[in-house]
């Protein structure tokens, strides 16, 4: 089974939750669309975390938020195979897995694009914690944008399902933000367009998001937080 969540924050009790309510085994995935945090503090409390969740009957494949680390970064993550696709992972916690923006992979049959990164609105509090905890490549780079259309282009631009931290700029949830319209100006949405443009040229499904931490479904886009869901077939 492939399940998807929204930003873990390095809470892991509901995904605890379902591996005690259901039959998991290390076969069935659960996507979280960025922030999981597992890579936050670069220390170890880090390496703890990892060792509870590599306790876990199940496989995480981690999409790459704004408040954490980019594994490539991160010594000891090496570049494997899975589905179909890139990601890295460390040798002591084989079912954590974390995903290569602008990959695309094969969960259930279904050709699934990753886009991670977004801009920080809480930048400024985060650098002032000891050690910061912000990181200037939360976004994507122009390296990883021009990697994400080339595999797009061996695709014909077609995909099943996409699975991102943000969203698209059009579908960016205002009325659910907790931040007032005028604030907007203020942040940086580059990564939104890029998205929106990547939107307007592709044959897909269903977009999968977190970040913006609401339980919502609107079209085509499903916004997610701490709901759990099992992603369509």
């Not at 005028?182 to 990564?191: A, G, L, P, V």
Request: hydrophobic share 35%; charged share 30%.
């Amino acid at each position: 089974m492939i399940y998807i969540t929204g930003d873990t924050h390095r809470d892991f009790r509901r995904v605890e939750f379902l591996c005690r309510e259901f039959t998991i085994t290390a076969d069935d995935v659960l996507v979280i669309l960025g922030d999981a945090g597992i890579n936050f503090f670069g220390d170890p409390q880090d390496a703890s975390l990892k060792s509870e969740l590599a306790q876990l009957p199940l496989t995480l494949l981690c999409i790459h938020g704004n408040h954490e680390m980019r594994p490539e970064k991160i010594k000891g993550y090496e570049e494997a195979r899975h589905f179909g696709g890139v990601v890295y992972r460390q040798a002591l916690y084989p079912n954590l897995l974390f995903a290569k923006c602008g990959e695309t992979y094969e969960l259930a049959g279904k050709k699934c694009l990753v886009l991670g990164g977004a801009y920080s609105v809480d930048k400024f509090d985060r650098l002032k914690m000891n050690p910061p905890c912000w990181w200037e490549d939360e976004q994507p780079s122009d390296e990883i944008k021009k990697h994400a259309e080339a595999q797009l282009t061996e695709e014909n631009w077609t995909v099943d399902y996409v699975f991102s931290h943000t969203c698209p700029l059009s579908d960016t949830p205002y009325e659910d933000l907790i931040f007032s319209p005028k604030s907007q100006m203020f942040i940086d949405k580059s990564t939104e367009e890029w998205l929106e443009s990547i939107k307007n040229k592709l044959t897909y499904t269903k977009w999968y998001c977190g970040h913006f931490h609401i339980n919502k479904p609107r079209d085509k886009m499903q916004f997610l937080y701490k709901d759990i869901i099992l992603m369509e077939r």
